[in-house]
């Protein structure tokens, strides 16, 4: 029989006690700004065809119980999918002010906005929503500079969830594209994440 060392029985109660020891405040893990991005979009995309599917559609396309509209204060009627997704980024952005370790934004864009404010701005979002739009099922990384801050973008395809989505689009006297069919890329989730110097 072997006798144990006694620097190396030592070292493995040392690190058996440093793995098995719980992790201090002190210690952070930290995620890939790609990862973070891709876990935002998750939560955002499930959350809105949720709404999309069984409310919206629900309500005012199968039952009939309530209309969904782009005036739905004035019509007593549900918010529109796009407006709720837009309201949710513009609580966000107050919110996160008082976080400064939180900072993302998110818009919802298209390459045939229906309001021409969603229209994309920047070169990497229309590069991205093209795109996603020509690889269906594939998402767009890049990095950007704007107002001397660099940021990580990343697009992401948002499609026609539901009936009630592509008849809306189709019909609306401001749509500049009238053909989608559910399945559809219809335009794209914009994120985008500051990166440090």
């Known amino acids: 029989m072997k006798k144990c060392n006694p620097q190396m029985t030592g070292a493995l109660v040392l690190l058996a006690a440093c793995l098995t020891a719980p992790v201090s405040a002190a210690v952070e893990d930290t995620v890939s700004v790609k990862t973070m991005a891709d876990a935002l979009h998750l939560v ?20 009939k119980v309530i209309k969904a509209s782009e005036h739905f204060k004035d019509d007593k009627a549900l918010v529109l999918p796009a407006q709720m997704f837009r309201f949710g980024a513009e609580m966000v952005a107050k919110r996160s002010e008082k976080l400064p370790d939180v900072n993302f934004s998110y818009s919802l864009q298209s390459m045939w906005p229906v309001n021409k404010q969603n229209a994309p701005k920047t070169q990497a979002e229309k590069e991205g929503l093209k795109y996603v739009a020509d690889n269906k099922g594939e998402n767009y990384y890049t990095t950007e500079t704007l107002g001397g801050q660099k940021y990580f973008t990343a697009v992401y395809a948002d499609t026609g969830v539901a009936p009630v989505c592509v008849a809306c689009h189709n019909a609306h006297p401001d749509s500049p594209r009238k053909d989608f069919k559910i399945g559809d890329v219809m335009g794209g989730v914009v994120i985008r994440i500051p990166l440090k110097s």
């Open 44 to 63: 955002m995309d499930s959350d809105r065809t949720v709404y999309t599917r069984l409310i919206v559609n629900r309500l005012a396309a199968q039952e």
